[in-house]
């Protein structure tokens, strides 16, 4: 059982590694059967059986961030959850727990404890969460994503990734992904995105900087997400393609010779994988773990780094501008965002889960 609803930051790992488990041959009793946990909120809803896994669902358990009347609720959706997340773990005769943290993953862990089940950890973020901090303490094995990451025993595997995206040739892709979005074949494209959403200050500084971006040949591709509507440049050239959502996030990476996003996570891993630097924007707000997840990548000199405040059309003109227009610099920097990448982490993960299986 794998659980890691709520977000894509731990849903995509939670599927990657599910991914590469039904791939496993040497698995103890044959390939393994895997079922994902989650609840009716999360994005898990429409991801888990897009990629023809199956999910089922337990109550949520959220944790005020502030002490409220809320949390007066807590221990008794806890037991609920981990009383259902006891009987799924019964009926589905499951041999091991792996949790991606969230309101999913600690109801799991204390059923796996109560039942047990031997557990398996993976943190996402270099400054893990309450589940998994919960969870280490009871774990038979702990994955992460970032070296140095405060978890006891901590094992560093990287985050894991689809095939689609650790397996991608950008160089091979690129005409094709290009003609895919409308860009041209020959032209330095910059590519914007904010995750799922959007991030309205990524799209007021893109869309600022418009003119200038033009003005030295360098084409855009911009997810705007998909409630931005608002967000739009007049047709031009070089062409500035705005669009809600990339369905296609390998065709954007292969098209692009740098990224302005969030950093995410799953963001910051998957331009590693793929060789693609990105100027970093972490979101202003929680405990500054976006801009942790990013700093590996461009200490290593594979990315640049903004705060939000300071994010500006006068910035992007004045600082990636130049590097767009500076093929050694790409390179340098394409070299350097690859080597800072994990690409076969889900293998690493599978490697691991399946040897506590054994054990």
Same mark, same amino acid.
């Given at each position: 059982?794998?659980? !890691?609803?709520?977000t894509g930051g731990h849903i995509e790992p #939670?599927?990657?590694?599910?991914?590469?488990?039904? @791939?496993?041959?040497?698995?103890?009793?044959?390939?393994?059967?895997?079922?994902?946990?989650?609840?009716?909120?999360?994005?898990?809803?429409?991801?888990?059986?897009?990629?023809?896994? /199956?999910?089922?669902?337990?109550?949520?358990?959220? #944790?005020?961030?502030?002490?409220?009347?809320?949390?007066?609720?807590?221990?008794?959706?806890?037991?609920?959850?981990v009383a259902d997340t006891r009987a799924l773990?019964? /009926?589905?005769?499951?041999?091991?727990?792996?949790?991606?943290?969230?309101?999913?993953?600690?109801?799991?862990?204390?059923?796996?404890? @109560?039942?047990?089940?031997?557990?398996?950890?993976? %943190?996402?973020?270099?400054?893990?969460?309450?589940?998994?901090?919960?969870?280490?303490?009871?774990?038979?094995?702990?994955?992460?994503?970032?070296?140095?990451?405060?978890?006891?025993?901590?094992?560093?595997? !990287? #985050?894991?990734?689809?095939?689609?995206? +650790?397996?991608?040739?950008?160089?091979?892709?690129?005409?094709?992904?290009?003609?895919?979005?409308?860009?041209?074949?020959?032209?330095?494209?910059?590519?914007v995105f904010g995750g799922s959403q959007g991030?309205? $200050?990524?799209?007021?500084?893109?869309?600022?900087?418009?003119?200038?971006? &033009?003005?030295?040949?360098?084409?855009?591709?911009?997810?705007?997400?998909?409630?931005?509507? %608002?967000? $739009?440049?007049?047709?031009?050239?070089?062409?500035?393609?705005?669009?809600?959502?990339?369905? &296609?996030?390998?065709?954007?990476?292969?098209?692009?010779?740098?990224?302005?996003? &969030? $950093?995410?996570?799953?963001?910051?891993?998957?331009?590693?994988?793929?060789?693609?630097?990105?100027?970093?924007?972490?979101?202003?707000?929680?405990?500054? %773990?976006?801009?942790?997840?990013?700093?590996?990548?461009? /200490?290593?000199?594979?990315?640049?780094?903004?705060?939000?405040?300071?994010?500006?059309?006068?910035?992007?003109?004045?600082?990636?501008?130049?590097?767009?227009?500076?093929?050694?610099?790409?390179? %340098?920097? $394409?070299?350097?965002?690859?080597?800072?990448?994990?690409?076969?982490?889900?293998?690493?993960?599978?490697?691991? +889960?399946?040897?506590?299986?054994?054990?």
């Open positions: 059982m794998l659980a !890691g609803g709520g #939670m599927l990657a590694l599910a991914d590469a488990l039904v @791939r496993r041959t040497d698995a103890p009793g044959g390939t393994p059967r895997v079922t994902c946990l989650g609840t009716a909120r999360g994005m898990e809803t429409r991801l888990v059986p897009a990629r023809g896994h /199956e999910l089922r669902l337990i109550p949520p358990v959220p #944790m005020p961030r502030k002490p409220t009347p809320d949390l007066l609720r807590v221990p008794g959706r806890v037991r609920r959850a773990l019964a /009926e589905l005769e499951a041999d091991v727990v792996v949790g991606f943290g969230g309101y999913v993953a600690l109801p799991a862990y204390l059923a796996a404890r @109560r039942a047990g089940i031997p557990v398996v950890v993976h %943190e996402q973020n270099p400054l893990p969460g309450l589940a998994n901090r919960v969870g280490a303490r009871l774990a038979a094995a702990v994955a992460v994503t970032t070296p140095g990451t405060p978890l006891r025993g901590a094992v560093h595997v !990287g #985050m894991p990734l689809r095939p689609s995206i +650790t397996g991608l040739d950008r160089a091979a892709l690129r005409a094709e992904a290009r003609a895919h979005f409308g860009l041209h074949a020959d032209r330095p494209t910059l590519l991030a309205r $200050s990524l799209n007021t500084a893109a869309t600022g900087a418009a003119a200038q971006l &033009r003005a030295a040949g360098i084409q855009v591709l911009h997810a705007r997400g998909p409630k931005n509507t %608002e967000v $739009s440049v007049p047709a031009g050239e070089p062409p500035y393609v705005v669009v809600d959502y990339l369905d &296609r996030m390998d065709l954007a990476y292969a098209a692009a010779d740098l990224a302005l996003c &969030r $950093s995410g996570a799953v963001s910051v891993a998957e331009l590693s994988a793929v060789g693609l630097p990105g100027a970093f924007v972490p979101l202003p707000i929680g405990n500054g %773990e976006q801009r942790r997840n990013a700093l590996p990548v461009v /200490e290593a000199g594979g990315g640049l780094l903004v705060e939000d405040a300071e994010l500006s059309a006068a910035w992007i003109g004045s600082t990636l501008v130049p590097v767009l227009t500076d093929p050694a610099r790409l390179a %340098e920097l $394409s070299r350097h965002a690859a080597a800072a990448g994990v690409p076969d982490a889900d293998e690493k993960l599978a490697d691991l +889960t399946l040897s506590v299986v054994r054990a």
